[in-house]
C-alpha cells in the first residue's frame, strides 16, 4: 500500500512531467517541421499511469 508521501511525489513528478511538456512545446512544434518529434508524451503517459496506479490502490 503506498504512502501518503510516496502518492506525493509521484504526483509531483506527475506535475513536473506537465509542467514541462508545456514549456517544451514551442520547441516541439519547432522540431516537428523539421521533421524530428519529442518523445515528451511518453514520459507524461508513463507517470500519468503511474498516478492512477497508485490512486486505484489507494481506493482499493
Known sequence: MPTTLNRAAVF???Q???F???LLMPLALVMRKAGVTLP???AVDRVNETYE????ERTN
Open 16 to 18: 513536473l512531467t506537465l
Open 12 to 14: 509531483a513528478v506527475y
Open 40 to 42: 515528451v508524451h511518453r
Open 53 to 56: 496506479e497508485m490512486d486505484a
Open 20 to 22: 514541462a511538456g508545456i
